[in-house]
């Protein structure tokens, strides 16, 4: 019998990285509750000035 080990019943240890992942998980459940569907911040990536756009240079000519 004392070869046996004893069952013995894990503890839930909740880590700091959890409590962070439940709290952005719950706003974003919050924020789509109450928008009806999620909110982006950056829809677009920022294009950089200096890469060759040739759609972007024509409007800017008819603008001028």
Same mark, same amino acid.
């Given at each position: 019998?004392? $070869?046996?080990?004893?069952?013995?019943?894990?503890? +839930?240890? @909740?880590? &700091?990285?959890?409590?962070? +992942?439940?709290?952005?998980?719950? $706003?974003?459940?919050? &924020? @789509?509750? &109450?928008?009806?569907?999620?909110?982006?911040?950056?829809? $677009?990536?920022?294009?950089?000035?200096?890469?060759?756009?040739?759609?972007? +240079?024509?409007?800017?000519? @008819?603008?001028?």
């Amino acid at each position: 019998m004392s $070869a046996k080990r004893k069952n013995r019943k894990k503890t +839930l240890r @909740i880590t &700091e990285a959890d409590f962070m +992942l439940a709290n952005r998980r719950a $706003a974003r459940m919050e &924020e @789509i509750a &109450e928008h009806g569907r999620p909110v982006s911040f950056r829809k $677009a990536l920022h294009r950089s000035k200096k890469v060759y756009d040739r759609k972007r +240079l024509k409007e800017q000519s @008819i603008e001028d």
